[in-house]
């Protein structure tokens, strides 16, 4: 097993935020978590990646016990996250933000540069533009190409579709495809549940800091309990036997804020995206 965590506790504070999340991601692996917001998902992602510090429980990466290991380490470990809001330098160029992105590591990463490039080609042409003055959606794609700049074995993605008009949805989607297809691990956090459990093997359900249901993914997608919850499918269910739902069909759903453009599209992908020029407000 890749990532195994192992009955994590995590405070903030004497508020429990996580209570005895365990979680498992083998190798090539698409996992995601979902439940509604205030559910743990987002500090597990930072637990795993070294941001939070844990009560109790344990972290193993690669076999190894990674549970009091600093975050800078873990990058280099082979653990990479595109956080919640992107998190881009404003002032920097595109160039310079994805190189931030290897800043632990030594050597020529003109390869790094090629491969996101090619990824994302809209960075690509834009790669002397100062980060801030992007869209969200070209930011969105900045975050996670900066992730992959640090070669690592899993991927842990916080919400990615966030903010993002549908069409430019369905292209992140596809994108986080190719990115496993070429050898990523990915940990998916994300609250669009029936795009994430359409191209995830495997998915757990959170609910006020604990795994309420754990399954393959395509099993979730049928269940009418998620579908109820996370799906749009009803307003009475719960998943968890103490919790009521909180993830109604609006979590499950992007944000319209639309951002389109006739321009290139900004990934490898079929589809033509559109997207508009304005700086995105994140």
Known sequence: MLLEINDIHVHYGKI?????????????????????????????????????????GSIRFAGADISKMPGHKR??????????????????????????????????????LAEVYELFPRLAERKSQAGGTMSGGEQQMLAIGRALMAKPKVLLLDEPSMGLAPKLVQQIFSIIVEINRRGTTVLLVEQNASQALQIAHRAYVLETGRVV??????????????????????????????????????????????????????????????????????
């Open 16 to 56: 429990a935020a996580l209570k005895g999340i365990s979680v498992e991601v083998d190798e090539g692996e698409i996992v995601t978590l979902i439940g509604a917001n205030g559910a743990g998902k987002t500090t597990t992602l930072k637990t795993v990646s070294g941001l939070r510090p844990l009560s109790s």
């Open 75 to 112: 990058v280099l470990a082979g653990i990479g996250q595109s956080p919640e809001g992107r998190g881009v330098f404003p002032g920097m160029t595109v160039e310079e933000n994805l190189l931030m992105g290897a800043y632990a590591r030594r050597g020529d990463f003109s390869q790094e």
């Open 213 to 282: 249901k754990s399954a393959p993914a395509a099993d979730l997608l049928d269940d009418p309990q998620v579908r109820a919850a996370y799906l749009g499918g009803g307003a009475d269910a719960q998943v968890g036997t103490d919790t009521p739902a909180g993830g109604p069909a609006a979590d499950a759903s992007p944000s319209v804020a639309r951002e389109v453009s006739e321009e290139a599209p900004l990934v490898a992908a079929p589809e033509t995206v559109e997207e508009d020029d304005t700086p995105s407000s994140s």
